[in-house]
């Protein structure tokens, strides 16, 4: 196939649905002709001109409108321009979608794509991190692909799910993150992967903090010390049975993520890992999340603001000396 990239899986993938399922349709701001505002949907509408429609700019009109097609049978993507702006339709997602199924029988096959994390000069409203503000609520599957191939595998599950699923795609991984073809290892959409074995400590993340993970245990192994990266790839539910082998195995845990620190995935790790696998410690678990402050727009300030390799390894150095 040659290189392909994380942005082209996911169009790939989506082209591949509406050619297979007459039910799947694409609903989304600039989706059509434009092709999306980072390009996933490029070409679909020349070839699907029925199925990719572009919609007024209200999310809460979109998903709103996505959960009726759904109770009717259709499967539709829906995309958001920028995950923050998923805020505007938090009703209908949370409040409607999650809850229909358990309200009435009826499953809600609804896929949300939300374009998440931050780039150089996103700034405050075009950079975050919503997987937890979701995972918080029964009734919905989070996602988070942090590889070309699960991008492209997690996104045709996700569609053939039967309940509404969050689909967190990183912008910053779309045209850097580069692979030969879009295979993958076949894990089932909630089972974590551990990328990188060790023994002296594990990393839980997911996303594009899984190379930030890499880079930083690649430069701790010159050191002699073996870094355990497990991608969770599905943070709700989330695959405690492989944090928890992994933390028996290394005896510490730092749990890592892009997202603000109050609450989210890495307390529910730790919280998790501390609750259930105490005697599996050899020293108390660590977080490490971006500053509590909203996402500076310089390209200096934004690098300052989430976790790096350097903030990555210090912290790991913590964590093995104590």
């Not at 039910?23 to 990719?52: C, M, N, W």
């Not at 505007?88 to 409607?96: D, E, L, R, S, W």
């Not at 967190?168 to 992967?193: I, M, T, V």
Request: net charge negative; aromatic share 10%; with cysteine.
């Amino acid at each position: 196939m040659g290189e392909v990239t994380y942005i082209d899986a996911i169009r790939e993938a989506q082209r591949e649905m509406l050619r297979e399922d007459e039910s799947v349709f694409i609903y989304g701001q600039d989706v059509g002709h434009f092709g999306g505002a980072f390009k996933a949907t490029q070409g679909l509408k020349e070839e699907f001109p029925d199925r990719v429609l572009d919609t007024p700019i209200s999310e809460d009109a979109m998903v709103g409108a996505a959960i009726g097609a759904a109770i009717e049978g259709m499967r539709p993507i829906v995309e958001m321009q920028f995950a923050d702006f998923s805020s505007i339709a938090f009703n209908q997602v949370v409040n409607h979608a999650a809850t229909y199924f358990w309200r009435t029988g009826t499953s809600i096959p609804m896929t949300l794509r939300l374009p998440s994390g931050g780039t150089p000069g996103s700034g405050p409203f075009h950079s975050q991190m919503m997987e937890a503000l979701y995972s918080h609520y029964p009734g919905m599957v989070v996602v988070a692909p942090a590889t070309v191939g699960d991008a492209y595998h997690m996104l045709k599950d996700a569609v053939a799910f039967a309940d509404p699923v969050i689909y967190c795609e990183h912008k910053f991984l779309y045209r850097w993150l580069k692979a030969e073809n879009y295979q993958s290892d076949g894990l089932p959409l909630n089972q974590a992967r551990i990328t990188r074995a060790g023994k002296h400590a594990t990393v839980v993340t997911y996303s594009a903090m899984v190379h930030e993970a890499v880079k930083a245990a690649e430069e701790l192994a010159k050191d002699g010390w073996e870094i355990e990266v497990v991608d969770l790839r599905c943070v709700k539910p989330i695959d405690t049975d492989t944090i928890m082998a992994s933390v028996a195995r290394t005896g510490r845990l730092l749990a890592l993520g892009e997202a603000f620190p109050w609450g989210g995935v890495t307390a529910e790790v730790v919280s998790r890992v501390a609750g259930e696998g105490f005697h599996l410690l050899d020293a108390p678990p660590v977080r490490l999340n971006a500053k509590d402050t909203p996402i500076p727009y310089h390209p200096n300030l934004w690098r300052a603001h989430r976790p790096t390799p350097e903030t990555i390894s210090d912290a790991l150095l913590k964590l093995l000396n104590f």
